[in-house]
């Protein structure tokens, strides 16, 4: 009777395992941060992280590790899985370069494992590891972070950031969607279309993701961006990769780039009546009075972006929603600042661009899948009603 007590256990774990985990997301008013709460440790402990979309793996300051985290030794299979920032193997202790990616602070950081743990939407349910690999830092590394933060969430491509962890733990597919938001927005992996209404998944245009490796070791996203529009007209810039981005609040371009872009917008500007040039409000050059401006389902009605990928047909269109910040009442600035002269990336889609958009990272077959200013996230994400099996490895 003992086993077949022990098999309608197991039985029913793993019934109940779930094809999809979606995290909520929140936006810090004065950093432009996008942040999450995660739980870990054995009493669940709550704890606020920056969403790094590509950073390699999640840390936190040593001060909010749990009692029951556990030290990785450098000899192990975990240690071994993180290799590609791995410090050296002469210490007892697995070490990682931890990097704070909103000030470009770096530490030498631990690796542990823990119990981490995430709530569903309306807070009925858990999704829950019970050896999930981070790295604790020391607590200056937080400098620059939002108020209330621990540490970063990292998504990005790497064998021990969050979608890679769960994929591997829980046979998902190697993929995962975020759909940032000034309000309600939301972190998707696995099945996640099981959370979102058909029509919009269906919509997805799609866009390769560029080879990593051209860039280092770094763990973000590119694509590659064929040309740049404005109301149609193409701009005379050379083509290049965007990085993706949650951690840079606004779309950067490189000097030279950025210039021709403002001379274009300001001249399709000239063809908008109620578009009148202020002065600038930092760190934004590019304003206009609000006044007369009129707004439609896309936001403020004004030129049009629109990023050509590998095809006419297929282009990142940006609207005012994601191209008009709001400073005050009576102006709008250009969300697009100037990235510089060096920049590791001759563009990056900043997270105003990205929000109420839908975008898919899809590793698998190394694919964006993007949507255009749609509704906001939290009428786009419903909640998911059942949680993870736990791990018992």
């Not at 494992?113 to 709530?119: M, Q």
């Amino acid at each position: 009777m003992a086993s077949l007590f022990q098999f309608l256990l197991i039985l029913s774990s793993l019934l109940s395992l779930t094809t999809a985990v979606v995290i909520p997301v929140t936006k810090h008013a004065s950093t432009l941060q996008y942040v999450t709460r995660i739980y870990h440790g054995t009493a669940l402990m709550p704890l606020k992280l920056v969403v790094d979309l590509g950073g390699p793996f999640l840390w936190l300051d040593c001060s909010s590790s749990s009692g029951s985290c556990r030290p990785i030794p450098t000899r192990s299979m975990q240690c071994s899985r993180a290799m590609a920032q791995r410090l050296s193997g002469t210490k007892p202790r697995c070490e990682l370069l931890t990097e704070n990616r909103v000030n470009r602070l770096s530490s030498k950081g631990e690796l542990i494992e823990d119990i981490l743990a995430f709530r569903s939407k309306n807070g009925s349910k858990w999704s829950k590891i019970n050896d999930f690999i981070f790295s604790c830092a020391p607590s200056v590394l937080k400098m620059g972070l939002a108020s209330g933060t621990g540490g970063m969430l990292g998504l990005g491509r790497s064998p021990i950031s969050l979608p890679s962890q769960l994929a591997t733990t829980f046979d998902f597919q190697r993929k995962f969607a975020v759909c940032l938001s000034a309000s309600d927005g939301a972190i998707l992996l696995g099945d996640w279309d099981s959370a979102i209404d058909p029509k919009i998944s269906r919509s997805l245009m799609y866009t390769p993701l560029v080879n990593a490796d051209r860039f280092g070791k770094s763990h973000d996203y590119f694509i590659y961006v064929k040309s740049v529009k404005i109301n149609g007209e193409r701009l005379s810039i050379g083509a290049g990769e965007a990085k993706i981005s949650s951690v840079v609040p606004y779309a950067t371009m490189e000097s030279s780039v950025y210039a021709s872009f403002v001379n274009a917008y300001l001249e399709a500007a000239t063809n908008y009546v109620n578009m009148t040039r202020v002065a600038s409000v930092a760190p934004f050059e590019v304003c206009f009075s609000s006044e007369g401006v009129s707004r439609g389902p896309h936001g403020p009605t004004v030129p049009v972006i629109d990023l050509v990928l590998q095809s006419e047909m297929v282009k990142w269109r940006i609207y005012g929603r994601n191209s008009m910040v709001a400073v005050n009442d009576e102006v709008i600035c250009l969300g697009f600042l100037d990235g510089g002269l060096k920049p590791t990336s001759s563009i990056v889609i900043g997270g105003f661009q990205l929000e109420d958009n839908l975008v898919e990272f899809d590793l698998g077959i190394s694919m964006l899948g993007f949507s255009s200013s749609l509704q906001p996230c939290s009428d786009l994400v419903r909640d998911t009603d059942s949680s993870l099996k736990k791990s018992t490895r």
